[in-house]
């Protein structure tokens, strides 16, 4: 199932565009993703209490997904399964691993590296869990983009909120 999600993430087609002044996307009715100026998101619901959105904005993108349920993946075989699709799919080399604030913890992240057009590019891969709900994230940006940080931010900006 996990393995099916991740490839529906770099896929998404039935993605539904979120309206330019909602400056936040809440997921599962409780997981809060702030959408940075300037940047465009795309909401899918994967169905099973999966749901989906994808920021993209500056050349960068971040992918948010998040799983629901009476019991969603552990956040360690989501984050090992997303990093090993994205490597896969950006044929990109090994991961190294990073950190990265994530529903406010420090989370353990994998940082890849990868060519597009003859460009260098990175990636960075992190999953949480809070309150039963799964979170991963796939950031991706230009390596000497400005926007890097927007981004991350981004990431560190994500709640659950109680129940």
Known sequence: MLALTSLALLLATAATPVDPAVDQVVLGDRVVVPIPQGYEAEESALGDDRWLVTLRGAGCALTVAVYGGTRPPNHGT??????????????????????????????????????????????????????????????????????RETLLGAIEAIVVRAR
């Open 78 to 147: 989501a984050l090992t399964v997303h990093t090993e699709e994205l490597t896969t799919r950006l044929r990109a080399e090994t991961p190294n691993e990073a950190s990265q604030r994530l529903l406010g913890h420090t989370v353990t992240a994998r940082d890849l590296r990868y060519t597009l057009l003859g460009a260098p590019w990175r990636a960075r891969v992190a999953a949480a869990t809070k309150d039963r709900r799964t979170v991963v994230v796939s950031a991706t940006w230009p390596d000497a983009s400005p926007d």
